[in-house]
C-alpha cells in the first residue's frame, strides 16, 4: 500500500517537475503588443534641461546606466556622469547587463525611435517586444516628462560601448517564464496583450 503511494507521489511530482520544466523553455521569449506613446523628442534647451534634471536626479536612471562608480559625488560637483552602461547587476536570478542608453546606434538607443523608449518606460515592453526586466519597472512619467528625458538622451554624445547579453540562472529562467511582466499602468491594462 504505502509502496503504491510512494510510487503515484513519485510519478506525480516527476509530472510536474517535466511540465514546469516545459512551461519555462516555451515561455522564454514571450511577446507582448502595448502601444506606442506618442513622444517626439525636442531640441529646445530648456527641454533638455529639464530631462537632465529627470535622469540624472529625479528618476534616478544614471544610478544604473552610468559605468561611473562615484556618480554621487559627480553629481554634487555639477559633472554629467557618461550614460554609456556597464554596470553588472549579479543576482540569484542570473548576471545582468545594464545597457548604454547614450545615442550610439550600434550599442546604445541610437537606432530606437522615441515612442520604443517611450514604451518600455510605461509599460515595461521593449523594443523586441519582450518584458523589460523588473529593475526597470515604475518608471512611468507623463508625457511631458517623457519627451524631457528622451530629448536628454537624445542630446547626449553617442559612446560606443557593447554590453554582453545577460544571463539568467535556473532560478531566473523560472521567473523569467512566469513572473516577470510588463507594467501596465491599469488606465492601460486592455491595451497591452500577450502572444
Ligand atoms: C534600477 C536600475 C535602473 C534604473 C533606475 C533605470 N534603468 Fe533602464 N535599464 C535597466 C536594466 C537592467 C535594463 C535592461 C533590461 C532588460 O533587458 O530587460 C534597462 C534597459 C533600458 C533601456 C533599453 C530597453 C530596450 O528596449 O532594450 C532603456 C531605453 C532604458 N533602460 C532607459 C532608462 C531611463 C530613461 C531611465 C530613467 C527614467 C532608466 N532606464 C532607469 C536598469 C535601470
Not at 56 to 69: D, F, I, Q, R, W
Request: charged share 20%; aromatic share 6%.
Amino acid at each position: 500500500m504505502l509502496r503504491k503511494i510512494l510510487k503515484w507521489t513519485g510519478l506525480a511530482v516527476l509530472c510536474i517537475i517535466v511540465g514546469v520544466a516545459v512551461a519555462t523553455m516555451l515561455r522564454q521569449n514571450l511577446t507582448y503588443d502595448a502601444p506606442y506613446p506618442a513622444i517626439q523628442a525636442s531640441t529646445d534647451p530648456a527641454v533638455i534641461e529639464k530631462g537632465k534634471h529627470l535622469t540624472l536626479v529625479t528618476k534616478g536612471c544614471v544610478h544604473c546606466h552610468s559605468p561611473a562608480e562615484n556618480v554621487e559625488a559627480m553629481l554634487a560637483k555639477g559633472e554629467e556622469p557618461s550614460l554609456a552602461g556597464g554596470k553588472k547587476i549579479d543576482t540569484p536570478f542570473g548576471v545582468f547587463f545594464i545597457p548604454n542608453i547614450t545615442p550610439d546606434a550600434k550599442t546604445g538607443i541610437g537606432s530606437m525611435t522615441d515612442a520604443e523608449i517611450a514604451r518600455v518606460l510605461r509599460y515595461g515592453v521593449k523594443s523586441n517586444g519582450e518584458a523589460v526586466l523588473p529593475f526597470m519597472q515604475g518608471l512611468d512619467m507623463s508625457d511631458e516628462d517623457m519627451t524631457a528625458v528622451i530629448s536628454y538622451l537624445r542630446s547626449l554624445k553617442p559612446v560606443e560601448n557593447k554590453m554582453p547579453e545577460s544571463e539568467f540562472s535556473l532560478i531566473g529562467r523560472v521567473a523569467k517564464a512566469f513572473v516577470v511582466k510588463p507594467s501596465i499602468p491599469a488606465t492601460a491594462a486592455a491595451s497591452v496583450t500577450k502572444h
